[in-house]
């Protein structure tokens, strides 16, 4: 809510420092600078005990007699006598946005618990004068987003060096003041991304970042910040440095209006009519929202714009507008719904994406009353997503003025190190649109969906971090999960479903994943402390399971919500014996984890340990005997049971626990019984991985079909479920990404620490491919083509050892042939 403009780049993070803001009308710029772990932030540098690991800075307290859900505002003004560079940390509870001079420079922190609540270090060069140091800190309490913790409500920043007595709060003179014009408002797909902000312009302290306004009063200091370095009891939340660059950045294009319509009331909840548009008004909109003229709504007036942005965004929406009484209410979503469909949650039939007409449409947004007089600007407290967007806007007594809409896109800066190509163009056409799904599915951390959830829960971010490996070298955000879910560990063992978030929800098969998201970086990345850092938790993870066995020997159900797939036959993605008794499917999960675990504890932990693992797995295997259907040559998902699925053959399989004889019969039911539950998007990643390892590129081809469908049905990122899809932009849908490096091409880790390379291509119907993936010490590279004699021939490179169809091969560049049937 400022009134001055700034030009802001993200970009990927250098070193130690990004440009993140530059002022128009000033020589003011500010740096994100990226902590190491041996630079802690502003703590005193003796060794006393009772100051060890305490800020020398105090958080400040919201103002007095406000409670959350509310939205505060700090301010300093400080003189610089010459230029200066300063250094400062600052972070909130909940969430902050930092202006320099007027100009918003940054919003955080990060995404945290209350023991690893993130903050943000700034160097900011400032010129000879006056300037104004604010904060805008946000607190919403129970209608927060379920990704966003709290521990107490508040603002703190420290300054290094002289500047600390002039910029500290709780040391020097900051002002505040409750920004009483926002009111929050519970919208129906808003219950895990919080309530979205109802701002009256009219009570706005306009222009309070440049000293403006009054009721500014000093601000109450509480307590100090504390790092975990401290060795005194002190209250949460501990803070630890940002570790992630700056989220993309750039200006997008408002999209196309496609219908402008008068509505009787300010709701929207009217049918898309084309009957009922006014393509004159409709020309007028489309300029406006080109930036080419201002639109004016006589007093009185209201009216609709639906807008087609024709991809899925993520945006910070920012409305430039003035006029008594007037309201603009935006509303983002995914796609229109059938009409009469009123609980798309639980997914309801959406048609084709690229269809509006006659459809209905819920979606969430921010609502902002105009203030008379001048233009103002108005903003957000969090960016919206979706691939529509309705503006209802409403005259008052006056005419409403829109001057501009502004829209910015966020998302984690990824770089696409990666490629794939090949004779097959709807590979291709899929490849972009799986990489646009990781674009906007990934900011602070891994979602399950920006619009429903922005949960990071362990199933869906194995996956996607898998794509991460495929995709770029920068394994920050995988660090970052890997973290988040180490520290959410109960006292059982088990870990977090999702993390970071309020509430605890617990799906054992999900930490078992964990174990398995471990093993990927132990592959993918040389980094074997940090691996062994984490086993104790993998340890307690397995205990945990262990703890479960029966009498039989086989694992009863673990208490929590045993989640495996949305097969539309199971209930809440629980297969037989998943809810209460014994399922195959966990037991053959567990069996593979245990493997898994051994291995990393040979490379990096214990080896008795490992050894200990290894008979836990044959043991389950001999008590899994009772789920043998020998009659039909597959395995039950639960003893006695009827019902068989894909799901517990995949993990049976690549267990690597079968003998000859029952990994054929497993492999000829997996591939030939129509009669198993077939897996749905997110478990395909193992049906696919199944594939691979019996030697079926034919059958992940004839699989991809329902990835191929997905552009005819106006999906421009990969949905949840098969339809009806609750969620338009799931990631875990953008696996096959990861299986066309590592599967197609064959493109695989073939040592802990991505020290040698397994190039093993299965390439099924096509013709020639090219793929690169990126490692450590330089990109992979293949570039195949079949001959008239059905022989590969090209050329394979790669930084270090490689064991391909042909033999083992040194580190380089090497041309090849090889038979890959």
Same mark, same amino acid.
């Given at each position: ?41 502003? %703590? ?81 060069? %400032? ?523 995949? %993990? ?170």
């Amino acid at each position: 809510m400022h009134s001055w403009e700034s030009a802001r780049a993200g970009h990927a993070a250098l070193p130690r420092g990004e440009v993140i803001h530059r002022q128009v009308m000033t020589t003011t710029t500010a740096r994100r600078v990226l902590l190491s772990p041996a630079e802690p932030g502003p %703590l005193p540098t003796d060794a006393n005990v009772w100051r060890r690991g305490r800020w020398l800075a105090r958080w400040l307290q919201l103002p007095r007699g406000a409670q959350p859900p509310c939205v505060a505002a700090y301010r300093l003004q400080i003189t610089c006598a010459e230029a200066a560079t300063i250094r400062v940390h600052l972070s909130a509870d909940e969430r902050f946005r930092l202006f320099v001079d007027g100009a918003a420079i940054l919003v955080g922190p990060e995404r945290g618990d209350s023991s690893n609540w993130r903050f943000h270090t700034v160097d900011i060069d %400032l010129g000879p004068g006056d300037h104004w140091i604010a904060a805008q800190i946000w607190s919403l309490g129970a209608k927060r987003a379920y990704s966003q913790a709290t521990a107490a409500p508040g603002f703190i920043l420290d300054a290094d060096g002289r500047w600390h007595d002039r910029l500290a709060t709780g040391v020097a003179a900051w002002q505040c003041r409750l920004l009483d014009a926002f009111a929050f408002e519970d919208q129906p797909d808003g219950l895990f991304t919080g309530a979205r902000a109802v701002v009256d312009g009219t009570r706005m302290a306009w222009g309070w970042e440049l000293g403006a306004g009054d009721g500014f009063v000093p601000a109450e200091p509480g307590g100090y910040g504390y790092s975990a370095r401290s060795g005194v009891g002190f209250e949460p939340p501990v803070l630890t440095p940002a570790r992630l660059p700056p989220q993309v950045d750039e200006r997008l294009g408002n999209g196309t209006a496609v219908l402008v319509d008068a509505l009787g009331d300010r709701d929207g909840r009217a049918v898309a009519d084309p009957a009922k548009d006014r393509p004159e008004e409709r020309s007028a909109w489309q300029a406006w929202l080109d930036g080419r003229s201002p639109l004016e709504l006589p007093a009185g007036s209201i009216r609709r714009c639906l807008i087609d942005f024709g991809t899925y965004r993520c945006v910070w929406p920012v409305l430039h507008a003035a006029g008594s009484g007037g309201q603009v209410r935006l509303r983002f979503t995914e796609a229109l719904f059938q009409a009469g469909e009123r609980d798309p949650f639980l997914g309801k039939d959406k048609g084709d994406r690229r269809d509006w007409q006659g459809k209905y449409l819920r979606g969430q947004g921010p609502v902002w009353r105009t203030a008379p007089g001048a233009v103002r600007i108005y903003e957000t407290l969090d960016w919206e997503c979706g691939r529509y967007l309705e503006i209802v806007a409403a005259a008052g007594t006056a005419p409403l003025r829109l001057e501009r809409l502004v829209q910015r896109s966020t998302g984690y800066p990824f770089s696409d190190d990666g490629s794939f190509a090949c004779d097959d163009p709807r590979l291709d056409q899929l490849r972009t649109l799986a990489v646009r799904t990781m674009r906007v599915g990934t900011h602070e951390t891994y979602c399950d969906c920006p619009y429903y959830e922005r949960l990071q829960y362990v199933g869906d971010t194995r996956l996607e971090v898998l794509v991460t490996y495929c995709m770029q070298l920068d394994d920050r955000l995988p660090r970052q999960a890997i973290d988040a879910f180490a520290v959410s560990r109960l006292a059982n063992g088990l870990v977090h479903s999702r993390a970071p978030a309020r509430g605890v929800q617990v799906i054992p098969p999900f930490a078992l994943w964990w174990i398995h998201m471990l093993a990927d970086h132990a592959q993918w990345r040389n980094d074997p402390a940090y691996v062994a850092s984490h086993l104790p938790v993998a340890r307690g993870v397995i205990d945990a399971w262990w703890a479960w066995r029966n009498r039989d020997g086989l694992i009863e159900t673990p208490d929590g919500w045993n989640f495996v797939d949305w097969v539309p036959e199971w209930s809440s993605g629980m297969p037989a014996g998943a809810d209460r008794g014994v399922s195959a499917i966990l037991n053959w999960h567990f069996v593979w984890t245990l493997d898994l675990a051994a291995k990393l504890e040979d490379s990096l932990g214990d080896p008795e340990t490992a050894a200990l693992y290894r008979r836990r797995a044959a043991a389950l295997v001999a008590a899994l005997e009772p789920c043998w259907d020998e009659a039909r040559g597959r395995w039950r998902d639960a003893p006695g049971s009827d019902v068989s699925s894909e799901h517990v053959q995949c %993990l049976a399989l690549l267990s690597g626990r079968l003998d000859g004889v029952r990994a054929s019969r497993t492999t000829t039911s997996l591939l030939d019984d129509g009669d198993l539950a077939r897996t749905t998007i997110y478990f395909t990643h193992y049906l696919f991985e199944a594939y691979r390892l019996i030697g079926r590129p034919d059958r992940f081809f004839d699989r991809l079909g329902l990835w191929h469908d997905l552009a005819e049905r106006g999906l421009t990122t990969t949905p949840e479920t098969p339809e009806p899809s609750r969620s338009d932009c799931h990631p875990w849908g953008a696996h096959p990404l990861y299986h066309f490096a590592a599967g197609v091409a064959g493109i695989r880790p073939d040592s802990l620490g991505f020290a040698s390379v397994a190039i093993h291509p299965q390439p099924g119907p096509l013709r020639w491919l090219s793929a690169q993936v990126p490692h450590p010490a330089g990109s992979i590279i293949l570039e195949l083509e079949r001959s008239a004699d059905g022989r590969w021939r090209g050329r394979v490179a790669a930084p270090v050892p490689l064991r391909t169809p042909g033999g083992a091969l040194p580190a380089g560049d090497h041309a090849v042939e090889w038979r890959l049937d």
